[in-house]
């Protein structure tokens, strides 16, 4: 029975997911963190639509497991992450990575071989942090699931039962890894592109040369997909960008976000992983690389920029 539950990040979706979480089930949801990160979480809270909660976080709990897990972080952030929840995780703790990209079940399930690690993703949300405030209208679909040739085991209902009672839509599907694999396309078709072009998702419709890019950036995908028997096909390029030119018009993708405000992306699970498998697998990649060229070159350039003025201040 899933009674104690964890949420290991504070960025927009952990704290989207988190504030319905706390308000079902209060001191039974807690935050993840130590060190500098805990004290300021247990000092703060977290603003919500401009509303402050309190929260348990998780060094109050004195060692104590948690039955779920639900990881809330940049992939880059993933390695450390795995360490710091190690005090939290029982043999029969649920760990959920809801991470951007294809590779983190993958790393969970090697780094914690005998727990049980779901495939899953948020879709359609619009969280987005301002500084310290969150704000979400649309919490999304929490998608969860194991891939098409594994067994389907009742734990995975009852996870999907703990999102919907805190008012939060999830569904379990079948398929995982396909689904895993369509929302990485979406990422690379809108993230990369927009941070290439600085457009919001209201020219992704106007404007012929984005979604030329986008085709074009996701198509080596499929064609990758192709070698590892994913299930993707040309008609998931042409929803891919349906779904893209009707997004909110005004929101600007996370990537963006994150080339503004000076901060590392991930780019490296996005066209880096491309590459990667482009390589192992012996397709072609040109776009890929030329968008994970520049875009890292320009996450260098604005962190160096960003370097230079705290040290003259």
Not at 31 to 47: D, P
Not at 254 to 282: H, N, P
């Amino acid at each position: 029975m899933i009674r104690h539950i964890g949420i290991a990040g504070a960025g927009a979706v952990g704290c989207s997911l988190g504030s319905k979480l706390y308000e079902k089930y209060g001191d039974d949801f807690c935050f993840i963190a130590y060190g500098e990160r805990a004290e300021r979480l247990k000092k703060n809270g977290v603003i919500v639509n401009n509303k402050k909660i309190m929260p348990n976080v998780y060094s109050d709990y004195d060692g104590k497991g948690l039955d779920l897990i639900i990881l809330c972080i940049k992939n880059y952030s993933l390695e450390k992450v795995l360490q710091d929840i190690a005090p939290a995780v029982t043999p029969s703790t649920i760990i959920l990575p809801l991470l951007n990209g294809i590779s983190a079940v993958d790393t969970v399930r090697k780094a914690y071989p005998n727990n049980a690690v779901p495939y899953g993703i948020v879709m359609r949300t619009d969280a987005n942090r301002i500084q310290q405030n969150v704000t979400v209208s649309v919490r999304g679909e929490v998608q969860i699931g194991f891939a098409k040739d594994e067994e389907l085991p009742d734990f995975i209902y009852e996870v999907r039962d703990i999102f919907v009672a805190a008012g939060i839509d999830s569904n379990v599907y079948h398929n995982m890894r396909y689904m895993l694999w369509r929302k990485w396309m979406i990422n690379i078709g809108s993230n990369q592109v927009s941070v290439l072009t600085g457009a919001k998702f209201k020219y992704f419709g106007a404007f012929e040369e984005i979604i030329i890019l986008v085709r074009d950036a996701i198509r080596e995908i499929v064609e990758v997909s192709y070698k590892l028997n994913i299930g993707l096909t040309e008609k998931d390029i042409d929803d891919i960008v349906q779904i893209l030119i009707n997004y909110p018009p005004e929101k600007k993708t996370s990537m963006l976000q994150d080339i503004e405000a000076r901060r590392q992306t991930e780019i490296d699970c996005f066209a880096g992983t491309v590459i990667k498998l482009g390589q192992e697998y012996g397709v072609p990649t040109p776009v890929n690389r030329i968008l994970y060229y520049a875009i890292k070159a320009k996450e260098k350039v604005g962190i160096a920029e960003l370097e230079e003025v705290s040290c003259t201040e």
